[in-house]
Each structure stands twice: as C-alpha cells, then as structure tokens.
C-alpha cells in the first residue's frame, strides 16, 4: 500500500510541476506578446530640467497591402471612368491617405512594352510605368486632401522623390498593377 501512495504522490508532484511550467510558458507568450507592441523606446535627458523622459513609439497595425492594392485599384479605375465625382476622390482619400502616419498608398497599372526584346524585360517595363501612374495617383490624392475638386484629373504636373512598390500583381492580360506606399513630404 506504501508503494502505491508514493507512486500517487510521485504523480501528483510531476502534475504540479507540468502545470508550473505551463503557467510560465503562458506568462512568458503574454509578456512578449506585449512588447511586440512597442517598436522602440528610448530615454532621453531634459537639458533645462535635468530629468529623463522615456518615449515609447507604437508600431503601426500592420496593413494587408494586397487587399489595399485591390480596393485602390477598383477606385482608380472608378475615377479614370468618372474623373468629375467628387465623391469618388473622397472615397479615394480616405482609403489611401493615413494622415497619423502622414502616408499615402497609392495604385498604378502598366502595360508590357509591345516591342521589348524579351518577356522579362516587357513586364519590367510594366511595372515602372504601373509605379510611375501610381505616383502620379499619389500626387492626386495628396492635393486632393487640400480640395477634393481641384486640380481636375489630368492637370497635375509633379517630381516626386522616394516612396517603394509595396505590393504588385500581374494581371490575366499581362497588365502590372502596383501599390506604392509614400510619405506625403517627399510630394509637392
């Protein structure tokens, strides 16, 4: 009988052990979990009162840049089939404009170049005249923000600097279609 509740207490001290260490496996997720939240933190000293401040800068929710290049893409093509809607350009801007990040996402499409020696360098070209449209788009969008009815689509002439393709996709009829992403600054 001896042997049998020591058997049970052996088993009731590896239960309890097992679930000490899952409750700080838990801990540990959840902490790490939460410092996920924070991109960087820095302490910086006060030079007229002397004393530290600590900043801590959130990370933004990360964007589905595909499901943004489909929805900028259906807007796009909204406004070249309608470029008087008002409606439409505010619909545009609230969508591609993050003015607490002072970012602007915008779509562009380009088309192969018929004449390109290969496919290769066809689609290359598509996707820097998809990128080129894109910033011309994000130009719009950006004096858009200022008046929704001025410049009229078509009159707008800019040098952009900076911003990236953060998505691409190519289209059935070999069509490029790309998401850029840009601060507003580098836009006049």
């Not at 619909?91 to 380009?110: H, M, P, V």
């Not at 009815?149 to 009159?155: E, K, N, S, Y």
């Amino acid at each position: 009988m001896n042997l049998f509740k020591e058997q049970d207490n052996m088993n009731r001290k590896h239960l309890l052990t097992l679930m000490a260490l899952l409750t700080v496996s838990l801990i540990l997720i959840i902490s790490c979990t939460k410092k996920d939240e924070y991109e960087t933190a820095e302490v910086t000293r006060d030079e007229k009162t002397g004393d530290d401040q600590f900043f801590e800068t959130i990370k933004p929710k990360p964007i589905n840049y595909d499901s943004m290049l489909i929805v900028m893409s259906e807007l796009v093509q909204a406004i070249k089939n309608n470029p008087t809607d008002i409606e439409l350009r505010r619909r545009l801007l609230a969508t591609s404009y993050d003015t607490t990040w002072e970012t602007i996402l915008a779509a562009g499409f380009g088309k192969p170049f018929q004449d390109a020696e290969t496919e290769s360098i066809a689609m290359k070209y598509a996707e820097q005249a998809a990128a080129a449209d894109a910033y011309r788009w994000a130009a719009y969008i950006k004096r858009w923000s200022i008046d929704p009815t001025f410049p009229d689509f078509g009159a707008l002439n800019v040098e952009i600097k900076g911003g990236r393709v953060v998505a691409k996709q190519i289209l059935p009829d070999n069509n490029v279609l790309v998401l850029v992403e840009i601060h507003s600054s580098n836009i006049p």
